[in-house]
């Protein structure tokens, strides 16, 4: 909203306002009386723009900063923040400069705060750094890096003079800046991280290099439990040679190389892996993840070994999704015994050839998997190889669980309720036959660009 358009509104004093600002606010649109009952402010425009009107929102609770438009008239006073809302615990500045007033505004409302989220350069990490110990409430913490002008080695070195902040619980770093910084460019950040954030149970880090004093700070976190480490390759140093985090639980990473330098002997998750060749599935068991119940991955160049999960490897395994990236990726099924939940993803061709085969493997062996609930086939499968295989599975058998959860983009109105019949364990009494649940019969359904 534009507040010069909106004259004097009165709102009933319960009423909670979350709105989008635009522009700067002037002097005159300080009076509007409904100011404090803002809780959720999104500004599409300078801080600088907006200073006046801190003293107004007595009860804003979050504050998002956007990127702002130079072409926005600010405000020609451009005051300084003697003061912050009282009530105020987010502040999201990520796509905002840093500048003096965000600064204030972050010291100022210090003693509330608990999510902070800011931009900077790497000449002024010691900026943000030396305001970190005033935070003593913030709970989740993102800092944004990234290239301004001309590279600089700039090294900035963290002297101890404070004590651990145990309440943050969340750690976010992306690094976006040129390799000409050389590798110990942001080790005072690190050094400071070692200091303030021991307790630090969720750690990402989007970067292209993971550095020593970096692995060091992971090193030194006792209570971390989830690491997440960047989409695109990360490098590690030739003197990192082992990462040992033995209380992390879920981890998400794409470098198969990076799995190898963390050991983590109590890891439960495991997500976006990329895998390369089947053998690669054959050293988790040196990789001693004996506790993994889930498993994310994406087969990623064109392999001739088939991608097999061995279940002496992954007894433990409940929950399993795997992203093909070639129709005629060559995969085993195996029985997992402790599989619940199956969820398989195929470039984009309207047809599941991976479910396809599944369905057919659990036609000649529905004992396979004992403990499957629930498959996501994302795509579609032969319908007569689905109506079969849940026939053989949950009709069939006693001693194995039912398939109850099927995921599938659309089933036609003519057998939706024999296909919940067989989720449901019931006999079928429509007398389908295979021709008439074959893809061919239903393609004028499925790809009818009206429904």
């Not at 590690?236 to 799995?259: A, H, M, Y």
């Not at 895998?275 to 040196?286: H, K, R, V, Y």
């Not at 991955?297 to 093909?324: C, G, H, K, Y």
């Not at 629930?374 to 058998?397: A, H, K, P, S, T």
Request: aromatic letters at 10%.
């Amino acid at each position: 909203m534009n507040l010069s358009a909106l004259g004097d509104i009165v709102l009933p004093s319960h009423v909670k306002v979350t709105s989008h600002i635009y522009g700067a606010l002037k002097e005159d649109e300080l009076s509007h009386q409904f100011l404090e009952q803002i809780t959720k402010l999104e500004a599409n425009s300078h801080v600088d723009d907006i200073v006046l009107a801190f003293g107004s929102l007595t009860n804003l609770s979050t504050l998002w900063l956007q990127g702002f438009d130079e072409s926005f008239q600010r405000n020609s006073s451009k005051g300084v923040i003697f003061t912050a809302p009282p009530h105020l615990e987010t502040i999201r500045a990520s796509q905002h400069p840093y500048c003096p007033n965000l600064r204030l505004l972050i010291v100022l409302a210090a003693s509330s705060l608990s999510s902070l989220s800011v931009i900077i350069t790497v000449s002024e990490i010691e900026k943000v750094v030396d305001i970190l110990p005033l935070l003593t409430k913030l709970q989740n913490f993102e800092l944004f890096l990234y290239d301004k002008g001309q590279i600089s080695d700039v090294s900035y070195t963290y002297t101890s003079t404070h004590s651990v902040i145990p309440s943050l619980r969340s750690l976010y770093v992306h690094v976006n800046i040129s390799s000409e910084y050389g590798p110990t460019s942001l080790d005072g950040l690190f050094a400071a991280f070692s200091v303030l954030y021991t307790c630090v149970a969720n750690v990402t880090f989007e970067m292209a290099r993971i550095s020593n004093m970096a692995v060091a700070y992971l090193q030194g976190l006792q209570h971390l439990e989830v690491l997440k480490l960047g989409r695109e390759p990360v490098a590690t140093l030739d003197k990192c040679r082992e990462l040992f985090l033995p209380s992390l639980q879920e981890l998400d990473v794409n470098s198969w190389e990076l799995i190898r330098f963390i050991k983590a002997p109590n890891l439960i998750s495991l997500r976006n892996v990329f895998i390369n060749s089947g053998e690669e599935l054959e050293d988790f068991e040196e990789l001693r993840f004996l506790q993994l119940q889930n498993l994310h991955i994406i087969t990623w160049t064109e392999s001739s070994s088939p991608l097999i999960l061995q279940p002496d490897i992954f007894n433990a395994l409940r929950r399993l999704s795997i992203v093909f990236n070639r129709m005629d990726d060559n995969w085993t099924v195996t029985s997992l015994p402790l599989l619940v939940s199956l969820r398989l993803r195929c470039p984009l061709d309207n047809l599941n050839f991976q479910g396809n085969t599944f369905c057919a493997q659990l036609i000649y062996h529905p004992e396979m998997c004992p403990s499957l609930r629930e498959i996501d086939f994302g795509d579609y499968v032969e319908w007569d190889l689905l109506f079969i295989m849940l026939e053989q599975r949950n009709l069939c058998l006693k001693n194995v669980a039912r398939i109850e959860k099927v995921s599938i983009p659309f089933v036609p109105f003519g057998f939706r309720q024999s296909l919940l019949g067989l989720l449901l364990g019931q006999q079928r009494q429509d007398g389908l036959t295979n021709m008439v649940l074959s893809l061919e019969e239903t393609r004028e359904l499925l790809f009818n660009p009206s429904m």
